[in-house]
């Protein structure tokens, strides 16, 4: 079996709410091994990037985050000092976010944020940083990576910026990154660009990728396993092929049917009826019974257990679960 | 040691952490261009500050010197490079109108006449003399208390903004409870618990003018600790006081130095506010301005002596908001492309 990167077991975030706690994250699992590219599935606020902030104790206050198992690279995230905990971050698991505009502090330059990544988690002198940093920006692609060392922020396309977040993500060689919409803020043309960066340095490097995206697009050029997740929960796991072609919850189904494609032309498009519900009004049942065309009286009040379907294809579906068993 | 020598040596601490700031300041491509740009702005009012910083600069130094029979004893005290400007005994022993040759009121001949550019005041001192020794006084006032505002503003603001909770309800309440006191009164009630004196009256306006910078600060900092460059210096492992020194506070600086030049010339008033009710600084030009209250009731009005101090003050705030309002283009990024 090949090394493992990430385990998380029953991962839940909670933020305090009007009336208790609210979980944003509810009983999250995933791992990820060695060179593998997880795909974290979902519309906008369904918990993704908190999934992500929690896997590095990053969630801002008050926000709380419990879970039986978090562990990255072997060590227990959950129970670390600080100090270690810093070290972690950066070192054994780095983040790209997705706002390159903001990414970056404006009143320092691009190399000096670089530099300053490096020598946080080694001890090497300024030139040596700046020698790196130069050939980590040759590497991910930013022409003339000399010059654009001294080009503040604001001097760098939203690309570059990127590639310079990038650069910075890889300085210490970690072994997970953990990339949080990569392209969503940029045009379409850098969007494969940063696509194909991403794949090659994957490739390169073998590093492990927890990919946090709702363009299925990327997860199909990217993933190699998808976890679709639904107001804070997952609803389905599976291999890449398995989710984008043979999913079987009925809100992947929903999400595959919504994309635009060439068969379809002049069809309107599919859509999934209604919006995803406040934290407060999720039945205590499947969270997606309230829009779920197929929804079967338990599914608004019990919740769903998984339903194993192949051996890496998991299902949290009362429909899919009797069809199964039938 | 005595009071001048101390005095001396704080000019020359004072001078050298200026330089040094702006040796530190001109390496950085981002300050060096902002200092163009305001000199480019407005060069003359840059050069009306920076000329009365060299005047207050000569008046700053002083020293005894070594005795000459002919100076009488009460002359032995410390004198500055603007005092030895003039002479030993130019003092007149009343009145006299600017370059005028005898009194204003008798007639009787002056030692020196037409020899004063700006006239004497009551008891015949020069008063183009005292209108230089001002400059000191109000950059003092503005310097001093500029120096205690923005350190007391900068750790009450970050921290509270930072660290929220508690801490910020805490400041919080410090900021508003000192804002809903009438400053004038607090002012007034601060220097007569510590007392008159430069010094004194600095700390007291230091104490009250630090409100409103703070507010600003933390308000500032509230923002910046949610962007994404501080989250993403936090997902790579960078410690919370590393956070704040390199990314809160460098991206701070360009609204404290837009605040504290203009926090400058509210200073420089509020002292001549402070003369014109008695409990200012002793040589300030508030102090002269107060003193001329009388001399315009008379009959002819004594004016030469109102005039000299307003329009130095004048020229000063006028100036400093000037150069202010340059820093204020230059450095804040909604106006930052504006041509000026």
Redesign the interface.
């Given at each position: 079996m090949s090394e493992r990167v990430l385990t998380v077991e029953g991962l839940s975030t909670r933020f305090p709410g009007s009336d208790g706690p609210v979980a944003v994250v509810e009983d999250v699992s995933f791992e990820i091994d060695r060179g593998e590219v997880l795909a974290l599935v979902g519309e906008s606020g369904c918990g993704k990037s908190m999934t992500a902030f929690s896997l590095?104790r990053?969630v801002?206050?008050p926000g709380r985050i419990a879970a039986r198992r978090i562990e990255i690279c072997g060590r227990d995230v959950l129970s670390l000092p600080v100090p270690e905990m810093?070290?972690?971050?950066?070192?054994e698991a780095?983040?790209i976010?997705q706002?390159p505009m903001?990414?970056?502090?404006?009143?320092?330059t691009a190399g000096a944020q670089v530099v300053?990544?490096i020598r946080?988690?080694e001890r090497i002198d300024t030139g040596a940083a700046r020698r790196r940093t130069v050939e980590l920006f040759d590497r991910v692609g930013i022409p003339d990576p000399d010059a654009r060392f001294d080009a503040?922020p604001h001097q760098l396309s939203g690309g570059m910026k990127q590639r310079v977040?990038i650069a910075?993500?890889l300085s210490s060689h970690p072994k997970l990154l953990?990339v949080d919409e990569p392209t969503t803020a940029l045009d379409v043309t850098i969007q494969a660009q940063i696509l194909d960066l991403l794949r090659e340095l994957q490739r390169e490097s073998g590093t492990s990728i927890l990919l946090i995206t709702h363009d299925l697009g990327i997860v199909n050029e990217l993933a190699d396993r998808v976890s679709v997740m639904y107001a804070a929960r997952l609803v389905e796991e599976g291999r890449r092929e398995t989710i984008l072609g043979a999913a079987r919850h009925p809100y992947t189904q929903g999400l595959l049917r919504s994309i635009p494609g060439l068969a379809r032309r002049g069809e309107p498009l599919a859509e999934i009826p209604g919006v995803v519900p406040a934290p407060e009004e999720w039945p205590p049942g499947c969270h997606f019974a309230g829009r779920c065309e197929r929804a079967l009286e338990c599914c608004a009040t019990t919740r769903p257990d998984e339903t194993r379907l192949a051996d890496e294809h998991v299902v949290s579906c009362h429909v899919v679960a009797r069809e199964a068993s039938r | 040691m005595q009071a001048y020598v101390v005095s001396n040596l704080v000019v020359g601490l004072l001078v050298a952490g200026v330089a040094l700031v702006a040796w530190r300041a001109w390496r950085s491509?981002?300050w060096r261009e902002a200092a163009a740009g305001v000199a480019r702005r407005r060069p003359a009012s840059l050069a009306v500050v920076l000329l009365f910083v060299g005047v207050a600069l000569l008046d700053a130094v002083s020293w005894i010197g070594a005795p000459r029979e002919d100076e009488a004893l009460s002359l032995r005290k410390p004198r500055s490079l603007i005092d030895r400007a003039f002479p030993v005994d130019w003092n007149e022993r009343s009145y006299s109108r600017p370059l005028a040759a005898v009194e204003f009121y008798g007639g009787r001949a002056l030692r020196h006449p037409g020899k004063h550019l700006l006239g004497t005041d009551i008891i015949g001192r020069d008063v183009l003399h005292l209108t230089l020794k001002g400059a000191r006084v109000a950059l003092l006032v503005g310097g001093l208390t500029t120096l205690i505002v923005i350190p007391l503003a900068l750790l009450f603001g970050v921290s509270a903004g930072y660290r929220?909770g508690r801490w910020d309800d805490f400041v919080f309440f410090l900021i508003s409870t000192l804002a809903a006191m009438p400053s004038l009164l607090l002012l007034i009630a601060l220097i007569a618990v510590l007392g008159r004196g430069p010094v004194q009256v600095c700390v007291a306006l230091g104490v009250t003018g630090w409100v409103g910078l703070c507010r600003l600060v933390r308000g500032e900092t509230l923002k910046l600790r949610?962007?994404?460059?501080v989250?993403?210096?936090?997902?790579?492992?960078?410690?919370e006081v590393r956070i704040l020194f390199?990314?809160l506070l460098?991206?701070l600086?360009h609204l404290v130095v837009i605040t504290a030049v203009l926090l400058f010339s509210g200073l420089v008033l509020s002292e001549a506010v402070l003369s014109w009710l008695g409990i200012g600084i002793d040589g300030s030009w508030g102090q002269m301005i107060d003193q001329a209250r009388d001399e315009l009731s008379r009959d002819p009005p004594i004016v030469w002596n109102l005039l000299s101090a307003s329009l130095a003050l004048f020229a000063l705030i006028l100036a400093v908001n000037r150069v202010g309002d340059a820093v204020r283009d230059v450095l804040d990024p909604r106006t930052a492309g504006d041509a000026g």
């Amino acid at each position: 079996m090949s090394e493992r990167v990430l385990t998380v077991e029953g991962l839940s975030t909670r933020f305090p709410g009007s009336d208790g706690p609210v979980a944003v994250v509810e009983d999250v699992s995933f791992e990820i091994d060695r060179g593998e590219v997880l795909a974290l599935v979902g519309e906008s606020g369904c918990g993704k990037s908190m999934t992500a902030f929690s896997l590095l104790r990053l969630v801002p206050r008050p926000g709380r985050i419990a879970a039986r198992r978090i562990e990255i690279c072997g060590r227990d995230v959950l129970s670390l000092p600080v100090p270690e905990m810093r070290q972690v971050r950066g070192r054994e698991a780095a983040m790209i976010f997705q706002e390159p505009m903001t990414s970056l502090n404006p009143v320092q330059t691009a190399g000096a944020q670089v530099v300053e990544a490096i020598r946080l988690h080694e001890r090497i002198d300024t030139g040596a940083a700046r020698r790196r940093t130069v050939e980590l920006f040759d590497r991910v692609g930013i022409p003339d990576p000399d010059a654009r060392f001294d080009a503040y922020p604001h001097q760098l396309s939203g690309g570059m910026k990127q590639r310079v977040m990038i650069a910075m993500a890889l300085s210490s060689h970690p072994k997970l990154l953990i990339v949080d919409e990569p392209t969503t803020a940029l045009d379409v043309t850098i969007q494969a660009q940063i696509l194909d960066l991403l794949r090659e340095l994957q490739r390169e490097s073998g590093t492990s990728i927890l990919l946090i995206t709702h363009d299925l697009g990327i997860v199909n050029e990217l993933a190699d396993r998808v976890s679709v997740m639904y107001a804070a929960r997952l609803v389905e796991e599976g291999r890449r092929e398995t989710i984008l072609g043979a999913a079987r919850h009925p809100y992947t189904q929903g999400l595959l049917r919504s994309i635009p494609g060439l068969a379809r032309r002049g069809e309107p498009l599919a859509e999934i009826p209604g919006v995803v519900p406040a934290p407060e009004e999720w039945p205590p049942g499947c969270h997606f019974a309230g829009r779920c065309e197929r929804a079967l009286e338990c599914c608004a009040t019990t919740r769903p257990d998984e339903t194993r379907l192949a051996d890496e294809h998991v299902v949290s579906c009362h429909v899919v679960a009797r069809e199964a068993s039938r | 040691m005595q009071a001048y020598v101390v005095s001396n040596l704080v000019v020359g601490l004072l001078v050298a952490g200026v330089a040094l700031v702006a040796w530190r300041a001109w390496r950085s491509r981002l300050w060096r261009e902002a200092a163009a740009g305001v000199a480019r702005r407005r060069p003359a009012s840059l050069a009306v500050v920076l000329l009365f910083v060299g005047v207050a600069l000569l008046d700053a130094v002083s020293w005894i010197g070594a005795p000459r029979e002919d100076e009488a004893l009460s002359l032995r005290k410390p004198r500055s490079l603007i005092d030895r400007a003039f002479p030993v005994d130019w003092n007149e022993r009343s009145y006299s109108r600017p370059l005028a040759a005898v009194e204003f009121y008798g007639g009787r001949a002056l030692r020196h006449p037409g020899k004063h550019l700006l006239g004497t005041d009551i008891i015949g001192r020069d008063v183009l003399h005292l209108t230089l020794k001002g400059a000191r006084v109000a950059l003092l006032v503005g310097g001093l208390t500029t120096l205690i505002v923005i350190p007391l503003a900068l750790l009450f603001g970050v921290s509270a903004g930072y660290r929220g909770g508690r801490w910020d309800d805490f400041v919080f309440f410090l900021i508003s409870t000192l804002a809903a006191m009438p400053s004038l009164l607090l002012l007034i009630a601060l220097i007569a618990v510590l007392g008159r004196g430069p010094v004194q009256v600095c700390v007291a306006l230091g104490v009250t003018g630090w409100v409103g910078l703070c507010r600003l600060v933390r308000g500032e900092t509230l923002k910046l600790r949610e962007l994404d460059y501080v989250r993403a210096a936090r997902a790579l492992g960078v410690s919370e006081v590393r956070i704040l020194f390199r990314h809160l506070l460098p991206n701070l600086m360009h609204l404290v130095v837009i605040t504290a030049v203009l926090l400058f010339s509210g200073l420089v008033l509020s002292e001549a506010v402070l003369s014109w009710l008695g409990i200012g600084i002793d040589g300030s030009w508030g102090q002269m301005i107060d003193q001329a209250r009388d001399e315009l009731s008379r009959d002819p009005p004594i004016v030469w002596n109102l005039l000299s101090a307003s329009l130095a003050l004048f020229a000063l705030i006028l100036a400093v908001n000037r150069v202010g309002d340059a820093v204020r283009d230059v450095l804040d990024p909604r106006t930052a492309g504006d041509a000026g």
